[in-house]
């Protein structure tokens, strides 16, 4: 059953949009033979790589050809409860799990599981990319690309202060403290209210032990010594990160990184690509390391995106059509074109696709074969919260949506609160938001 509270907020969302607030329109569903596809990938490359897969399937003559339309995080959870609201939505909605929750509780979505079967079936999925979106024995979106993290180190700068990459927390915080000089920060961390901060947060959390704040009810269960103690951690980091992080999201500590600016920094794969022409070194001076581990108690482990694909069209033509658009992604004559689209940043979801040679043979991944290698290990321990475990919390989207692990860490940095405080906080916050 779909949240009240997400659905009550998210049609107030939608209706304040309606009248005015949103300043674009939601969708252009186009006409009765054209199927709309909203993403949120909104870089250049990959605005043009999916622009160009579009192309290359409307050119084998579909009866249904895709449209692209690109959104953006920071909106999307507005513009398509608005979409809801006016009966507008696009056909298919790229989507991540938590995400997906939140466009089910405002009324969208259609079970894809006939397509995820067959292509399991064909190809092997893996069960960390299709697991997030089965509920109620139904698949909600087609999985369609992987993304896990990794601390990325400068191996100049680590070789220069006589340091090997950390493996716990406590080398984490020695590291960088020892990497921090004047003009060089020891790590690159987001503090902004956005996405990139949880997303951080949340793979400290999983190697502290703290993956699953939920009870077997569905309640937060946040304020624990495990949470406590990856938020002091990240309190701790934060003194030896750039001054202005309550500001970061991704490219921030990207570019710091980069520039040499930064030492460390804890991201996904999209740190493979532009590194040696923006860094000028290298690219054996990039170096890749799973995610420190707590000195008590740790695990293994990063937070894992099972990015995919979810169909919202309630025509069954369309519905079919929007099938057959997603499968032809997968196939393998496709497939590793559609992940170059960011090559490293997005990993494979099916069991022989890491050794597709259209994926391997692009000069990104294999230049940076050996850290592609370890991120394919490393989503091997992938968690998301919300879906630990075979979890289904059909509230989390109303949890990430209001980036609550993102604000906690501000409520540390900017309005100096302890790890204790700031635990407390957010799991308040949290319980509120799904009560």
């Not at 995080?73 to 398509?80: A, E, F, G, L, N």
């Amino acid at each position: 059953m779909r949240s009240k509270a997400i659905m009550a907020a998210a049609l107030t969302v939608a209706a304040a949009l309606a009248l005015g607030a949103c300043s674009s329109p939601a969708a252009d569903s186009g006409d009765d033979k054209e199927i709309v596809l909203w993403h949120m990938e909104g870089t250049p490359n990959r605005v043009a790589a999916f622009e160009a897969m579009a192309d290359k399937y409307n050119e084998t003559d579909p009866e249904y050809t895709v449209t692209v339309q690109v959104q953006d995080w920071d909106q999307v959870y507005s513009k398509i409860a608005a979409a809801a609201q006016s009966g507008k939505q696009p056909d298919i909605l790229f989507a991540i799990p938590d995400f997906a929750t939140y466009v089910r509780g405002i009324g969208l979505g259609q079970p894809v599981t006939d397509v995820v079967d067959a292509l399991d079936e064909e190809y092997g999925l893996i069960d960390a990319a299709k697991a997030p979106y089965l509920d109620e024995d139904d698949y909600w979106a087609v999985p369609l690309y992987g993304m896990v993290q990794m601390l990325w180190y400068r191996a100049d700068m680590l070789a220069a202060a006589g340091i090997e990459p950390p493996q716990t927390w406590s080398e984490l915080r020695a590291a960088a403290e020892a990497l921090t000089t004047d003009g060089t920060s020891g790590i690159a961390l987001p503090a902004g209210k956005n996405l990139a901060t949880d997303q951080v947060l949340y793979s400290l959390m999983i190697t502290g032990g703290a993956a699953d704040f939920f009870t077997e009810d569905g309640e937060v269960n946040l304020d624990t010594p495990e949470t406590v103690a990856a938020f002091d951690l990240y309190k701790e980091l934060l003194k030896f990160s750039p001054t202005d992080s309550a500001s970061y999201a991704w490219g921030e500590p990207q570019a710091a990184f980069n520039s040499g600016a930064a030492a460390m920094s804890i991201e996904k794969g999209q740190y493979l690509a532009p590194f040696a022409e923006e860094s000028g070194q290298d690219p054996s001076q990039l170096g890749c390391a799973p995610i420190p581990v707590a000195d008590q108690g740790g695990e293994p482990g990063s937070i894992y995106y099972s990015n995919g694909a979810m169909v919202l069209s309630d025509d069954e033509a369309k519905e079919a059509a929007a099938g057959e658009f997603l499968s032809w992604l997968i196939e393998p004559e496709n497939y590793g074109d559609f992940l170059n689209a960011e090559p490293g940043l997005f990993l494979p979801v099916t069991t022989d696709g890491a050794n597709l040679e259209q994926w391997r043979s692009n000069e990104t991944v294999s230049t940076y074969a050996t850290c592609v290698d370890a991120m394919l290990e490393q989503s091997a321990s992938g968690e998301l919260f919300g879906f630990v475990d075979g979890q289904y919390i059909d509230s989390i989207g109303e949890i990430s949506g209001q980036n609550f692990l993102a604000q906690a860490i501000q409520q540390m940095y900017v309005n100096g609160m302890s790890a204790e405080e700031a635990a407390a906080w957010a799991q308040e916050q949290m319980q509120m938001a799904i009560s």
